[in-house]
């Protein structure tokens, strides 16, 4: 299914973060916080000002981004579960 976020909306797919520790302990997925770390999926096409121009995302497909703890809401797609965040909820782009 193909899906595109309205206005200043993100869609994230989590990047899952490594299983065990420095030291080589495995860690249970009971313990594990959900990664802050995601990778764009797709974006909106951007807010309109008050003169009606469209503000351009500073986001695209494929960027690897950091955001909140708390950031967006989780959906199910195609039985993948992402996330739909607007884009002040991004913290920053990883290069």
Known sequence: MLFTPLHDRVLVRRIESDEKTSGGLIIPDT??????????????????????????????????????KWSGSEIKIDGEELMIMKESDILGIMV
Do not use: H, T, W, Y
């Open 31 to 68: 313990a594990k916080e959900k990664p802050q770390e995601g990778e764009v999926v797709s974006v909106g096409a951007g807010i309109k000002d008050e003169a009606g121009a469209r503000i351009a995302m500073d986001v695209k497909a494929g960027d690897k981004i950091l955001f909140g």
